[in-house]
Each structure stands twice: as C-alpha cells, then as structure tokens.
C-alpha cells in the first residue's frame, strides 16, 4: 500500500513497506548480468528492519494482555535497533522502557533510544552471553527487581521470525511479482537469491519462510556472519577468527538465539564477512547507488557479491532476469561518528574537483586536506571523550 495516499495514526503506521531498489551501477560494475536488489530498510520510520519486530511484539503482547498501561516496564537486551524500535514504539504507547545495550554499540544509538524517552544500561562487550554482566544476564536481573517489568525477548519470542514472515518477505515478494518485465529489465518473475545477515536471525528466518513456503521453494537463501560470532552453518566455518571482535553491530553473536533457523532448508548456504569487506561494500552502496546504509548493509552485500562471483553463484550471476534481493538493515544515522565511517567519508584522497576547487580559491591542496583531517579530528575529539567516560572497552575499537 502507499505510504502516502491517506493519514496513518502514528509513527507506527510508517514502519516497514521499505522500497526495493535496483543496484544497477554495482551491479554493472561487478559484471552481473542478473539484477541485484537491495530492500532499503533504513526508510522505516525508526531507522531500520528491527521496528517491524518491536511493533508486532508489543502490539502481540498488548493482545495477550502482557502489556498493561501505566504499569509495565519495557526491558530489553538488543544491539540497539531493536531498542530503538520498541523505544518508538513505546514513546506511542505509553510504557517506559529500558534497553541493556553492550559498549561496543554507537553512541548515535544510545543518543536516539534516550531521546525516545528510554532508560539505557550500558554493558560489557565481551561479557558472554550467559553472564550476569552481559546484556541479557542485566536485562534478567532489572526484570526480577522491576515491578510491572517485562522482557519480550527478541531471541525467542515466535513474533520475531513472524514480522518477517508476514511483512517484509511478502514485500520483497510483491515487488518482485509486480514488476513487469522489459527488454531493459528482463525478470524471471521470482527471488532467486535472497541474502541477509543474521543477528537474533529472525530476519532471515522469516523472509525465507515466506519466499519458500509461498513463493518459490527454489529460492538460494545465503546467511551473512561476521568472523568472530559461530551462527555460520556448518559449525566448521566459524573455527577462523573463532571469538574475534569485529566492529559492525547488529550482526553475529556467541549464542545462537532460537529464533534463527539453521535448518539448511531454510537458509541455504553460509558465508563468514570481514570488518573491511563490509565497509568496502558500505562505500559502494553511497559512492554509486546513493543510499546511506549502515555496516551490517555492507556486510550483506559483500557476502552477496563474494557469492555471485562463486562456483556455485556465477550461472545465476550470468543469468539475465535472475534476481537477487539483498536486505539492507539500516542506515548511517546510527554510526555518523564511528571512525570507520568518518575515515571513509572524510579522508579519502583529495578528488580532480577539490583539486580544481583549491586553484580556484587560490589554496593550497594540502589546506583541502587538512581541512578535512580537522574536522574528523574534531569530530572524534568530541565523540571519543564520550565514549571513554561511559564505555571503558570502546578503546578495541578507536584504531578502526
Ligand atoms: C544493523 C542490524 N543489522 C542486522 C541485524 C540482524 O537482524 P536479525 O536480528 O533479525 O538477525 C540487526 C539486528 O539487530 C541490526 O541491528
């Protein structure tokens, strides 16, 4: 349905119904003859694919008469978007909230939970899973102590895979169907590929369910995992790197939440992304299709990439009309001030026009260049004197 043919209610009304967007430049780039898709999933109304989860399970758990108004508490472990989500969807609702969200999550996160009103608990990064400093082990003990508190617990609750069953892979579905095929744009008709990184794993779960169930039982679901986490099936995978930090949230864990299928049937194939393949992939995603995703977005896409470029991807990847849809979780808001992306934005070498720029104004290039170190400097200098006061391990991550 179009979002903009009549008033919706509330902010809630906008989440999900993302558009699916043609990778045409990438893709020529890459040499691939089929059509590569990205679902752009940061123009949900709170910034990403995770508001489809918190609204489904709030509006799930308020039907169950879990939810009480004026007296539960939100608590929540999450990587941040899911706080964000359930944040927006709680501002709406009236329930407090507190999100437990480890230290190595953005400070752009923390700062849009606070101003959706939520409490935020910061954790240990390398806390295990299982710990009582953790994430989760904090979330468990706030709940035991806060009266009304609930968690609806993103790893196991049933509506997560569910909100991706019942929106986003019908969406991607219906975009694909709906869309005629031309002499310019030859389709198959179907998804062919879907490729999506996997953090509690609902996300894949879901849409593949309902592209095989539905759709397309043919379809090649390929899961993302970062190097460092052990989601990657076969286990065999995960040994390299096995508990390595990586800097891109939202993505790969220490545990593997119930919600994920690892059921080959349902995701089909695995492959394990770097930090820097990822933010490569970032850059692509700005540079030539203009669209201002977050790492996980990256991590996907490479894997997609690496994927067509392989023995068992390259006939789909020389197959015209062939699509394939990449899930692009969410969108640079929430890592504005990460030195990732500020090294990616703002050093990259002086380009022919800035050149020009400077013999026009009558500068020198080197003054281009430093104005440019400055600011990043600036920006870190601000952000990172933050960062040290509240989060004691954000040092792992200063250097990337
Ligand atoms: C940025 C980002 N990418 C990817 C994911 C993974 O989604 P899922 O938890 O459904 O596997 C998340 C989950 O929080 C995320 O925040």
């Not at 609930?150 to 049933?158: E, T």
């Not at 509506?159 to 019942?166: K, M, Q, R």
């Amino acid at each position: 349905m179009s979002r903009t043919a009549h008033i919706i209610d509330d902010a809630l009304g906008a989440v999900g119904n993302t558009p699916l967007v043609r990778l045409d430049r990438i893709a020529k780039e890459e040499g691939l003859e089929c059509n590569l898709l990205g679902k752009v999933e940061y123009m949900s109304a709170g910034g990403s694919v995770k508001d489809r989860i918190a609204k489904r399970m709030v509006e799930e758990a308020e039907k169950e008469g879990k939810l009480v108004p004026g007296r539960s508490v939100v608590i929540e472990p999450t990587s941040g978007n899911t706080g964000i989500g359930l944040a927006m969807a709680c501002a709406i609702k009236g329930y407090s909230v507190i999100i437990t969200l480890p230290n190595k999550m953005s400070l752009e996160k923390e700062a849009a939970l606070r101003a959706l009103g939520a409490e935020v608990v910061r954790t240990p990064t390398e806390a295990a899973w299982n710990s009582p400093e953790s994430h989760i082990g904090v979330a468990q003990r706030l709940q035991r102590e806060i009266p009304g508190g609930i968690i609806l617990d993103q790893y196991r609750n049933i509506n997560n895979p569910l909100a991706h069953e019942y929106t986003t892979g019908p969406e991607i579905i219906e975009a694909v169907t709906g869309t005629a095929s031309t002499d310019s744009h030859p389709s198959s008709g179907k998804v062919d590929v879907l490729v999506a990184g996997a953090g509690t794993g609902g996300t894949i779960t879901g849409m593949s369910r309902a592209i095989k169930k539905k759709h397309n039982k043919e379809c090649i679901v390929v899961g993302v995992d970062p190097k460092g986490s052990i989601l990657a099936y076969p286990d065999e995978l995960n040994t390299e790197g096995a508990g390595d930090p990586y800097v891109v949230e939202g993505i790969g864990y220490d545990f593997v939440p119930d919600v994920l299928s690892r059921d080959p049937a349902d995701v089909n194939e695995w492959l394990k992304t770097s930090d820097e393949e990822a933010f490569a992939a970032v850059r692509l995603l700005m540079r030539h299709e203009g669209l201002l995703v977050g790492g996980s977005s990256g991590s996907a896409l490479s894997g997609a990439l690496r994927w067509l470029h392989s023995e068992r991807g390259r006939a789909i990847a020389q197959t015209k009309g062939a699509n394939v849809v990449v899930l692009l979780p969410d969108g640079i808001r929430n890592y504005m001030s990460k030195p990732w992306f500020l090294k990616m934005a703002l050093e990259a070498e002086p380009s022919p026009l800035a050149r020009h720029i400077a013999d026009i104004l009558k500068t020198s290039k080197s003054d281009v260049q430093t104005n440019v170190a400055s600011l990043a400097g600036g920006i870190e200098s601000r952000t990172s004197a933050i960062k040290k006061e509240k989060r004691p391990d954000a040092v792992d991550e200063a250097s990337r």
